[in-house]
């Protein structure tokens, strides 16, 4: 490849990339809170979030200053709810240390929580415009495809392969050049399914293409399969107020909300006995449908009751929360979807 190929690439950007409200005014502060936001989700999904979270949090000086409940509840849905704590503890940081200003040098950057390789080089060729590849999952397979790389895509060595691949092309605006990747990634050398070779910019040059065998790249390795827990959630309310526990604030969905559960699958006699052991005066029991969630290396199969309550239990440090505040006030992680809208529903 030659700076003639990336020449193509960014005249292909600039008539056919994406439209994101990121890249309006693309501030270190904003494209810093993009690509938190995009790490393990999708671009459409982000959006909202992205608008939302900017219209309560407009800079690193109020989000510095937000109580975790809040920002936590911002982010509810989005999951990897680490990202937003290390946005908070980063922003604090760099109101301490900065003087409220995101640093432009990347060794200033890889002491900010939560700021790593990947988003600091974004950070830096997007909002300062500095040399930088930053190399994601979107890159990996264009130079896996442009190059026919023969090893594991997800080995250290290839991110430095793609990195020195590329390097040479970032050209004046590096900033575009990686968001003109990453848009040929997400719109034509797709993950999933055929590629559009005839679209590309790069098709005059990509190996793969010119064998004819694009969808034999990017090699990778077999996952390790995922761990299945069985749960059983208890939807358990008493007078339009639901019963929500808050998790410790270490390890998995930490500090979120959740319906009382345990990791054991209970039939419905099962769980009437476990709620009267645990001293739960029971009015009605309805069976709610299965369901599950997928985390990146565990899933969650859970079997759900609604649970009606006579009274209130004895035990009086219990949070029972009305239906609004389940909707607007507590942060409830995406595990606990299907549950949450049943309720919403009712």
């Known amino acids: 490849m030659n700076k003639q190929d990336s020449t193509r ?6 008539h056919f990339g994406r439209k994101l409200p990121w890249r309006e005014n693309p501030t270190p502060y904003h494209v810093w809170l993009s690509e938190i936001m995009l790490q393990q989700t999708r ?3 982000v959006k909202n979030y992205y608008t939302r979270f900017l219209a309560s949090l407009p800079d690193i000086s109020s989000l510095a200053q937000c109580e975790e409940d809040i920002y936590l509840k911002l982010w509810q849905g989005l999951g990897y709810y680490s990202r937003v704590r290390n946005l908070h503890k980063g922003a604090i940081k760099i109101m301490a240390d900065y003087q409220g200003k995101i640093p432009g040098t990347q060794e200033e950057l890889l002491k ?3 700021i790593g390789q990947y988003t600091s080089k974004a950070i830096l060729s997007i909002a300062y415009q500095k040399p930088y590849v930053a190399v994601d999952g979107n890159l990996l397979r264009i130079f896996a495809r442009l190059t026919c790389y023969d090893t594991d895509i997800k080995a250290r060595q290839a991110e430095k392969a793609c990195n020195d691949f590329f390097y040479p092309l970032l050209g ?3 900033g575009d050049f990686n968001q003109a990747l990453m848009d040929l990634g997400e719109l034509v050398c797709l993950p999933h399914g055929q590629p559009k ?3 590309c910019p790069f098709k005059k040059c990509c190996k793969s293409y010119q064998n004819g065998n694009p969808l034999s790249y990017p090699i990778t390795v077999n996952k390790v399969q995922k761990k299945t827990i069985e749960k059983t959630v208890f939807v358990i309310h008493y007078q339009n107020r639901y019963l929500l526990f ?3 604030d270490k390890g998995l969905l930490a500090s979120l909300y959740e319906f009382y559960n345990v990791e054991m ?4 006699e099962e769980a009437i006995d476990f709620l009267k052991q645990k001293g739960f005066d029971i009015k009605k029991i309805e069976d709610l449908h299965e369901c599950k969630h997928v985390f990146t290396h565990l899933i969650w199969q859970m079997k759900g009751y609604d649970i009606e309550l006579e009274q209130l239990p004895e035990e009086n440090d219990y949070l029972f929360a009305f239906k609004e505040e389940l909707q607007d006030r507590y942060p409830i992680p995406s595990a606990f979807s299907y549950f949450l809208e049943y309720i919403l529903l009712k």
């Open 9 to 14: 690439l960014i005249e292909w950007f600039y």
């Open 43 to 45: 671009v459409e999904a």
């Open 112 to 114: 900010i929580p939560g």
């Open 172 to 174: 004046s605006r590096p």
């Open 197 to 199: 070779c005839e679209l």
């Open 246 to 248: 808050k998790r410790p």
């Open 265 to 268: 699958k209970f039939n419905k």
